[in-house]
């Protein structure tokens, strides 16, 4: 996973190893919401691949249906810890 956006924040910047542990601790966590993500649009593209061009409101409900369901697997925004 390409993780090279995000910033090391400054306090693991002095010693390696704990950016090492901090770089390994984000995409452990990022890696399932990456899956889901990869899964709604291997699903949206399956879709579209077999409708005719025309049906294009239906390839959009179903991505947007996609995306729901990947939504409601992800925790509430009020259920996460607060940011530092």
Known sequence: ???RGLD???AFLQDP???AEYREAVEAAA???WQRALD????CAAVARDQ?????GRWRERCDLEAREAAEMLPDAEDSPPAP
């Open 1 to 3: 996973m390409d993780l």
């Open 8 to 10: 090391t924040p400054e």
């Open 52 to 56: 005719p061009a025309h049906s294009l």
């Open 40 to 43: 709604a649009f291997g699903g």
């Open 17 to 19: 190893a704990r950016a």
């Open 31 to 33: 890696q399932p919401l």
